[in-house]
Every structure is written in C-alpha cells, then in structure tokens.
T-cell receptor, first 111, second 116 residues
Framework: RKEVEQDPGPFNVPEGATVAFNCTYSNSASQSFFWYRQDCRKEPKLLMSVYSSGNEDGRFTAQLNRASQYISLLIRDSKLSDSATYLCVVNMDTGRRALTFGSGTRLQVQP | DTAVSQTPKYLVTQMGNDKSIKCEQNLGHDTMYWYKQDSKKFLKIMFSYNNKELIINETVPNRFSPKSPDKAHLNLHINSLELGDSAVYFC???????????????FGPGTRLTVL
C-alpha cells in the first residue's frame, strides 16, 4: 500500500463546478497534513494545511478524518486558474520529520 | 528576490558524466531538502540538512552526494549519471529545527535533468 494515496484523475470539470479530491494515508501516527498545488512544470506550493476540525480558505475547504486516515479537499466555484495538480502531503511521525507526498490529482477546469 | 533558487534549470548530459545542481535560499531557514520527481510525478525526499548537518538520507545511491557549505546553500553532486536519474530535482527549505518545524516548505523552481 502506498503511504499516501490519491486518485490521479484527471478531473475535467466546467467552470463554476464544485469538485472534491480525496486522499488516504497509511500511517496512523501521522502528525500533520497539507494540500499543495503544482502547476505544470512548476514547483509545488502550499495551498493549505489541514486541521482536525476542518478548515476553509475562500473557495477551498479541507477536512481530516483521523479514524479513517482520510483527507479531503473541496473546491467550490471552480475557476480556470484552479487547473493544476493537487498534492496530498502528510508529515508521518517516523522520526524523520519529512513530508510524504501523494502522486497528485490533476484538475482541468474547462470554460 | 527569489526565495529558493536552483541552477541550472535544465541539464542535459551523457550517461557516465558527473554533474552538480546548486540551491540557495534567502529566507533564513534552517532546514533544506532535495526531492526527486520522476516521470510518474511522485515527489520523493532524498536528503535533508539542518544547519549544515545531514538529518535525512533516504535510500539513494551513493552516486548522489549532497553538500551544504552553509545553511543557505545545499548542493547536489551526482557521479556516473544513469538513464534512470532523469527527473526533475527540487530543492526546498523550511523554517525551524527538529522537531519544531513550521508547516510550510518552500520549493525552488526545479532542475530538469535529462540523461542521454
């Protein structure tokens, strides 16, 4: 089983749609969770951290379910500029203090 | 103004050659990383340095040798390049020292290495 698993997509959605991405992680002792965004041929950038209580940043909502070891990202009112790959990232408490990245879910928002 | 910079951006070379990639961050961060992103887009950590000290060394062939002359720089030297080394290599930095890191890692623009 991969340490961090995501549906690779692509998700093709029209502008204005709501789209949700899911991610599961294998290590129940994982400490912190993030969504990063990576545009084509660019570096990953932090989109948002994910907290147990759920958190929202504008059109983006992230949720964490520790019991199911599951993280989600919801994007409302999709814009063309949201087209990118969304990486689920987990800080697993293995003593290494390194981030473990999922392979990403590609989103294509169409006009 | 670039926070994390890498050189070169593109590197095309023959099998068997030795090459280096340089990384610099001007954020005053304590910790720096090298990641490899292969053709399947998986981003995997290779090395991490904290204040010039190696703290993470993943299962990477010993042809790869990181060097950190100071906490703002982390270079990657690769000996005897192989076809499978073709990938995008990202440098990143993060504030704080283990175990008290901040959340955000800042990535450089990447170095696209092609081995022919």
């Amino acid at each position: 089983r991969k340490e961090v698993e995501q549906d690779p997509g692509p998700f093709n959605v029209p502008e204005g749609a709501t789209v949700a991405f899911n991610c599961t992680y294998s290590n129940s002792a994982s400490q912190s969770f993030f969504w990063y965004r990576q545009d084509c041929r660019k570096e990953p950038k932090l989109l948002m951290s994910v907290y147990s209580s759920g958190n929202e940043d504008g059109r983006f909502t992230a949720q964490l379910n520790r019991a199911s070891q599951y993280i989600s990202l919801l994007i409302r009112d999709s814009k063309l500029s949201d087209s990118a790959t969304y990486l689920c990232v987990v800080n697993m408490d293995t003593g290494r203090r390194a981030l473990t990245f999922g392979s990403g879910t590609r989103l294509q928002v169409q006009p | 103004d670039t926070a994390v910079s890498q050189t070169p951006k593109y590197l095309v070379t023959q099998m068997g050659n030795d090459k280096s990639i340089k990384c610099e961050q001007n954020l005053g961060h304590d910790t720096m990383y090298w990641y490899k992103q292969d053709s399947k887009k998986f981003l995997k950590i290779m090395f991490s340095y904290n204040n010039k000290e190696l703290i993470i060394n993943e299962t990477v062939p010993n042809r790869f040798s990181p060097k950190s002359p100071d906490k703002a720089h982390l270079n990657l030297h690769i000996n005897s390049l192989e076809l499978g080394d073709s990938a995008v290599y990202f440098c990143a930095s993060r504030q704080g020292q283990p175990p008290y890191y901040t959340d955000t890692q800042y990535f450089g623009p990447g170095t696209r290495l092609t081995v022919l």
